[in-house]
């Protein structure tokens, strides 16, 4: 077979063919990189919440809380209560057999009755405090939290039966470290958060002593207590939390990278991307790259770059590299880019 030959005109058509499409993917490059640069030369104000804080952790407590236990040996003759009962103060929970120590009361005043004996009156108020120790009372007004006993049983001394708590309020001791201490003062709003809540509970500081103590990692702290007096049902006794102390209020902060501003004649400003528009601001330093803005933007607002970000070393050297490439090829200098940030 012979070889097949292609027309002139077919040739024709496949190169202006290859070379639409050739221009087309070059379009395509030069607008993406465009939007690129656009991008890159936008920056967007932005608003920060600067909180000065003392971070703490710990274990909510009760207001007050008496275990219940007999200060004597002796069997149960009376439970007055149950749990979650509400008692107030000086209110028998438990009551001990007192017969023995009652006899003797009885005996002792009989003798008292009929003859005089030294020392007798010393000898009865000793017996009234053993009758008044078969009783386990509570001591402030409260909620029986638990309670585990039963009429008839056998009780020792010291004997933990149960809990009182009164739960108008909670408390917690937290450590603070020495370096914090003197920013502490009364009443200092303090946030806790709580994993059995989903939300945040409002307390304050209530006192510290004026004494450190060293912790057994060797650290320098002072337990400050906090209390809180308005808390959701959810949180109860014993429950573990985060939270915060605040030293000052939360202050918001307006902020934008430092290329996003130029100075005139000893004037910054800023210029809306948008529209052009050119603001004054104040500024001060604000981290590394950014500024905070003093007055004239709130945040959210578009600017334009007033320079570049600097290049890193390896970018700086692989310029270099290129700048002398083209020099041999071109015989001269390629334009510099855009400079430095002016602050």
Do not use: H
């Amino acid at each position: 077979m012979g070889k097949k030959t292609v027309s002139a005109g077919k040739k024709i058509t496949i190169c202006i063919i290859a070379a639409v499409a050739v221009i087309s993917v070059a379009v395509a490059v030069k607008k993406i990189s465009g939007r690129a640069k656009a991008s890159a030369s936008l920056y967007t104000v932005k608003t920060e919440i600067y909180e000065n804080v003392i971070e703490i952790a710990g274990t909510i407590s009760a207001a007050e809380q008496q275990t219940l236990q007999a200060l004597s040996d002796g069997t149960v003759l009376a439970v007055y209560v149950e749990k979650g009962d509400t008692v107030k103060k000086g209110d028998i929970i438990i009551q001990l057999d007192a017969t023995e120590q009652e006899y003797n009361l009885a005996k002792l005043d009989y003798d008292m009755a009929s003859t005089k004996i030294t020392g007798s009156q010393k000898q009865r108020l000793s017996l009234l405090q053993k009758i008044e120790d078969r009783k386990v009372k509570a001591t402030f007004d409260g909620i029986i939290a638990d309670l585990d006993v039963s009429v008839g049983d056998s009780m020792e001394a010291k004997d933990s039966v149960g809990t009182l708590v009164n739960v108008d309020y909670l408390i917690a001791e937290v450590e603070i470290p020495e370096t914090d201490v003197s920013n502490l003062k009364t009443g200092q709003k303090v946030e806790f958060s709580f994993p059995a809540y989903n939300g945040t509970v409002e307390g304050y500081v209530v006192s510290w002593p004026a004494i450190g103590e060293v912790t057994s990692r060797g650290a320098t702290i002072v337990k400050a207590k906090i209390r809180i007096d308005d808390y959701p049902p959810q949180i109860l006794p014993n429950y573990s939390f985060t939270g915060k102390i605040q030293i000052t209020e939360p202050v918001e902060n307006v902020i934008v990278e430092s290329y996003a501003v130029a100075r005139e004649k000893g004037r910054a400003y800023v210029e809306l991307a948008a529209t052009g528009e050119r603001i004054y601001v104040n500024v001060s330093p604000y981290g590394s790259g950014y500024l905070k803005i003093e007055n004239g933007l709130s945040g959210g607002e578009v600017l334009k770059a007033q320079s570049a970000p600097k290049r890193s070393g390896t970018d700086r050297a692989r310029q270099k590299n290129d700048f002398s490439k083209n020099n041999e090829n071109r015989g001269g200098p390629m334009g510099g880019g855009m400079g430095r940030p002016p602050f």
